[in-house]
Structures are given as C-alpha cells and as structure tokens.
C-alpha cells in the first residue's frame, strides 16, 4: 500500500523567504506520480505541480519547484519568493499508474505554512 | 468554466438521517471521486468510479454508498448519518489512466455536521 508523510505540521516563513515543505512516500511501485495541492482556509485544492517517477528533470511551475529525490523517495515542495497568498496548508499526493488503479491518490496529512510579513 | 460543482455547500443532519451529496462535472472526466477531510488532516478517498455504472470503494467506504448513472455525475449517499460521519467532503473528476500528468480537479466541498 502507498504511504505519504508529511513531517512538518506548521512552519513559519518570512515573506519573500523561500520554503522547503518536506514528503517522503513509501511504494513498491516503479511507475507513479506525485502531485502537491494548496489549500487556502476558502477550503478549495488547488493543483500546484507533478512529478512523474520516470521524469529526468525537476518539475518547475513559476514559485513552485520540486526536489525530486527517487532514491530516497522524496518529493519535497519549494516555494520561493513568499508572498502572504502562499499562507495555507500543502498536501503532497501520490498516485499510482496504470488504469487498474484508477488513477486514485493517496494524501499526506498536510503542512501549514503561515507566511509572516 | 464551473469545473466539479458539489451541492449542497453546508448540511446539518441529526443522526440516523440520509441524505445524498450530489456532484457534477463539466469537463467530460472518466474518473470521479469522493473524498472527506477530517480536521487537521489530509484527504481519504471514500469511493470511486472510473466510468459511468461502474464504482468502487476507496479507503474508508463503510457507512456509505455511491452511483454513476451518467458520466457527468457522481451521488455520495449517508443512509444513517453518524456521529462520526462528520467531516467535509470533497468531489473531484479526473481524466483516464493514459493522461498519467493531468491532476484532479476538486469541487469546493461539502461540510457536513452531524448531530
């Protein structure tokens, strides 16, 4: 079964710092994704970025960056350049590959990130 | 551009209640799921289809049930709302397997509260 940790539950970040929101997984899997939604207290997901276990690169939308360590079976967040928007709470999700899956994710339990002016 | 609309928004039922939450999606997704967040924690998906009559249970199925009678939409039902049914409840839609990349797309949640 997929596990997703998130170790972080809260953390503080100056505005316009950067921030590093840590996940680690636990598969058997060679092929999967993983995906970071926001969650602002408005309470929607949002979509920020994926990474593919096969992608070569880091994966990189505007702020948002990946540290995609396969080996060590982490994909940490990245935020750059705080602005106080970014104060909310981060889920990492993965999602195993392949129709038989149903293209399900399975959630960790999420980091809040309050961004100080 | 309405995305995964989830209706109703808020709902307060007294135990022993049922109710069904009702979820469309406008974007011609194969995949739909139900998921419920509890305080303070991540997402855990209750049930799922990846076509329409088909489902499937997820993680935490037990005391609730599902259909898929078209593409566009996907019903959660409480037959006996308990207690510990209490929690919000998040709709999203998805595209097939072969879109591995393509995220999926979350309505804005029911919050339920039981009595």
């Known amino acids: 079964a997929q596990k997703i940790t998130q170790t972080q539950p809260g953390m503080f970040v100056q505005e316009k710092e950067a921030v590093t929101l840590d996940c680690t997984y636990d598969t058997s899997d060679q092929s999967y994704g993983l995906f970071w939604y926001k969650q602002p207290s408005s309470g929607e997901m949002i979509f920020l970025i994926y990474q593919g276990s096969y992608d070569e690169q880091n994966a990189t939308e505007g702020r948002y960056s990946l540290n995609f360590q396969k080996a060590r079976k982490s994909a940490n967040l990245v935020i750059s350049a705080s602005q106080l928007g970014d104060s909310a709470m981060y889920f990492c999700?993965?999602?195993?590959?392949?129709?038989?899956?149903?293209?399900?994710?399975?959630f960790g339990g999420g980091t809040r990130v309050l961004v100080k002016p | 551009n309405a995305g995964v609309t989830q209706t109703p928004k808020f709902r307060v039922l007294k135990t022993g209640q049922s109710m069904t939450l009702l979820c469309a999606q406008d974007?011609?997704?194969?995949?739909m799921y139900w998921y419920r967040q509890d305080p303070g924690m991540g997402l855990r998906l209750i049930h799922y289809s990846v076509g329409e009559g088909t489902t499937a249970k997820g993680e935490v199925p037990d005391g609730y049930n599902v259909s898929r009678l078209k593409k566009q939409n996907f019903l959660l039902g409480l037959e006996s709302a308990a207690p510990s049914q209490t929690s919000v409840y998040f709709c999203?839609?998805?595209?097939?397997?072969?879109?591995?990349?393509?995220?999926?797309?979350f309505g804005d949640g029911t919050r339920l509260s039981i009595l």
């Open positions: 974007m011609n997704h194969e995949y």
């Open positions: 999700a993965m999602r195993r590959k392949g129709k038989a899956a149903g293209n399900k994710l399975t």
């Open positions: 999203a839609s998805s595209y097939f397997a072969g879109a591995t990349n393509q995220p999926q797309h």
